[in-house]
C-alpha cells in the first residue's frame, strides 16, 4: 500500500505543470506590450484626461445653459434621423442599380466612387465655394437662365444645416452603396431563377428574396454608420463652420468651438454629453457582431 501512494505521488510531480511562463508566452507578452503602451497612451489616456476636465458640475450648467448647446443637440438629432435614414435607403437602391453589368453602368460606378475617395477638405470646401452668393456657380447659373439673383445658401440656417446633410450623405454614399453591393452579390443566383419560375416579378424578388437575405446587413450598417456620423465634423465645419450665428452646430462641431474660445472645460462636456447616444449605439453594434 506504501509502495503505491509512493508511485502515485512521483507520477504525480512527474506530470505537474512548471512554474514561470514558456517561450511563446514570453514572446508574445513582449510583442503585446507596445501596442499596449499605444493603447494606453492616445486612448486609455485621453479619455481619463477629458472625463478629468468635464468632472466639474458648472461646467454641465453652463453647458446646459448654453443656447447653442440645445439647437446642436437637435442638429445633432436631424442627421442621425434623415441623414442616415435617408443615405441608406438610397443606398440600397443604387445597389441594385449597379448590379447591372452594361459597361456605362460600371463605368458610372467609378465616377461615383470619388467623392468617397478624394479627401473631405478639397470636396466639401468647393461645394461652399459653389455656393457661394457672389460668385459661386450656382448662383452664377440662376443668374443667367432667370435673370435674377441666387439665394445666400448658407445665410439661412434650416438651409444651410439641410445642405450640410446632403454633403455628408454625398460624400459617404459611395461607401455604403460598395457594403451593400457587396451583400447583394453574396445572395445565391438560385434564389432569384426559383422565383422567376415561380412567376415573382422585381418587386416581389426584392421583398422575398433580396430583402430577408441582406436585412441584418442593412441594420448593422445603419448603426455603424449612426456611430461614425456622431464623430464626423468635415460636413459641417468645413461647409457652414457652425453658422450663420452658431446655429447649425452639431456635437462633433460644437466642442471645436468651445475649445477655440478657450473653454476646454465645455469642449470635454460636450464630448460626455454625447456618449449617451454613443453607448448604446455601440453595444448594440457588438451585440448583433458577435451572433
Not at 86 to 97: D, R
Amino acid at each position: 500500500m506504501t509502495t503505491a501512494s509512493l508511485t502515485d505521488s512521483a507520477s504525480l510531480g512527474a506530470t505537474s505543470p512548471k512554474k514561470g511562463l514558456s517561450a511563446w508566452q514570453t514572446w508574445g507578452i513582449i510583442l503585446v506590450t507596445p501596442y499596449l503602451l499605444v493603447f494606453a497612451f492616445f486612448v486609455v489616456y485621453p479619455v481619463l484626461y477629458a472625463f478629468w476636465l468635464a468632472h466639474k458640475p458648472e461646467s454641465y450648467v453652463h453647458l446646459f445653459n448654453d443656447p447653442i448647446f440645445v439647437r446642436s443637440i437637435w442638429n445633432t438629432l436631424a442627421f442621425l434621423i434623415i441623414g442616415i435614414n435617408l443615405k441608406m435607403i438610397v443606398a440600397l437602391l443604387l445597389s441594385g442599380f449597379f448590379m447591372n453589368e452594361r459597361k456605362w453602368v460600371k463605368a458610372l460606378s467609378v465616377i461615383f466612387i470619388l467623392p468617397w475617395a478624394v479627401p473631405s477638405i478639397p470636396t466639401i470646401l468647393s461645394v461652399r465655394f459653389m455656393l457661394n452668393p457672389e460668385w459661386g456657380v450656382i448662383n452664377q447659373l440662376i443668374f443667367r437662365f432667370t435673370a435674377e439673383d441666387g439665394p445666400n445658401w448658407l445665410n439661412d440656417p434650416q438651409l444651410a444645416l439641410f445642405l450640410a446633410i446632403l454633403v455628408h450623405i454625398w460624400k459617404s454614399l459611395p461607401f455604403w452603396t460598395l457594403i451593400l453591393l457587396a451583400g447583394r452579390l453574396a445572395i445565391s443566383g438560385d434564389l432569384y431563377e426559383a422565383a422567376s419560375v415561380d412567376g415573382a416579378n422585381s418587386w416581389q424578388k426584392f421583398r422575398f428574396v433580396t430583402w430577408p437575405s441582406m436585412q441584418q446587413l442593412y441594420l448593422t450598417c445603419t448603426i455603424l454608420s449612426m456611430i461614425w456620423t456622431l464623430g464626423d465634423f468635415n460636413s459641417v465645419y468645413l461647409l457652414t463652420g457652425g453658422g450663420p450665428a452658431d446655429l447649425t452646430h452639431v456635437l462633433a462641431t460644437l466642442g471645436i468651438r468651445y475649445l477655440r474660445l478657450d473653454q476646454v472645460d465645455l469642449s470635454m462636456a460636450t464630448i460626455v454629453c454625447a456618449l449617451p447616444i454613443i453607448l448604446p449605439l455601440v453595444y448594440v453594434m457588438m451585440k448583433r457582431l458577435s451572433k
